[in-house]
C-alpha cells in the first residue's frame, strides 16, 4: 500500500522532469521597426507605454518572458497563448496589414478592452503592471475607437 504510492510520486516526479526537455520556442523573425504599431500609429507616450506594457508580450515579437515561462507545463500554456494572440493580431508586422484589417483589429481593440476582456485576467493575475486604473481604460479604448474611425474615413473616400 505504502510502497504503491512513493511509485506513483515517483512517476509523478519523472513525467515532470521529462516534460521540461520540451521547451517553447522564443525564437522570432527579425523586428523591422518600420513596420511596429507605435511607428505607424504614434500614439502619445501614455498610451504607447500602456499598449506595451498590456498588448505587447502576446501580441508582438517584443514578448518578455516571465522566469516560470521556462517551467512546463505552465510554459505551453504561456506559449499557445503567445501563438494564438500573434496570429490574430501582432504589432510588430502592423504595417503589413491592410487599411480594412487595421480598422477591424483598432475597433475589436476598443470593445475588448472597454470591456475589459483584453488584457485577459490570468495575465493581468501574474502581471501588476497590466492592470489598466479606470481612468486610463477610458484614454486607451477612446484612442483605439479613434484610430478606428480615422481608417474607417479613410476606406469610404
Ligand atoms: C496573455 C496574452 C494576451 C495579452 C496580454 C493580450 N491579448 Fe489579446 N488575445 C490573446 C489571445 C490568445 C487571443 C485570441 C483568442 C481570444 O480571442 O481570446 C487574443 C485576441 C485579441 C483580439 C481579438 C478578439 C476577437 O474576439 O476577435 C483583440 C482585438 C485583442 N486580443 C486585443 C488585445 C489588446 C488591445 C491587448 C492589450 C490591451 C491584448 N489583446 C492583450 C492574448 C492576449
Request: with cysteine; proline share 5%.
Given at each position: 500500500?505504502?510502497?504503491g504510492?512513493?511509485?506513483?510520486v515517483?512517476?509523478?516526479i ?27 500609429e504614434?500614439?502619445?507616450?501614455h ?13 508582438s ?5 516571465p ?19 500573434r496570429?490574430y ?6 504595417d ?23 488584457p ?37 473616400k
Amino acid at each position: 500500500m505504502k510502497k504503491g504510492w512513493v511509485k506513483k510520486v515517483g512517476i509523478i516526479i519523472i513525467i515532470l522532469i521529462v516534460m521540461q526537455f520540451i521547451g517553447i520556442n522564443k525564437q522570432v523573425p527579425t523586428i523591422e521597426p518600420a513596420m511596429d504599431f507605435m511607428a505607424v500609429e504614434t500614439p502619445q507616450a501614455h498610451i504607447q507605454k500602456l499598449i506595451k506594457n498590456t498588448c505587447y508580450d502576446c501580441h508582438s515579437y517584443e514578448t518578455q518572458y516571465p522566469s516560470y515561462s521556462n517551467i512546463a507545463p505552465i510554459s505551453w500554456v504561456i506559449g499557445n497563448h503567445i501563438k494564438e494572440g500573434r496570429k490574430y493580431l501582432n504589432f510588430s508586422i502592423w504595417d503589413s496589414y491592410s487599411d480594412e484589417i487595421k480598422r477591424d483589429i483598432l475597433y475589436k481593440s476598443y470593445k475588448q478592452t472597454g470591456a475589459r476582456l483584453m488584457p485577459p485576467y490570468t495575465y493581468v493575475m501574474m502581471h501588476q503592471e497590466a492592470k489598466i486604473p479606470n481612468n486610463e481604460l477610458k484614454k486607451l479604448y477612446t484612442w483605439f475607437k479613434e484610430r478606428s474611425t480615422y481608417y474607417d474615413k479613410q476606406l469610404t473616400k
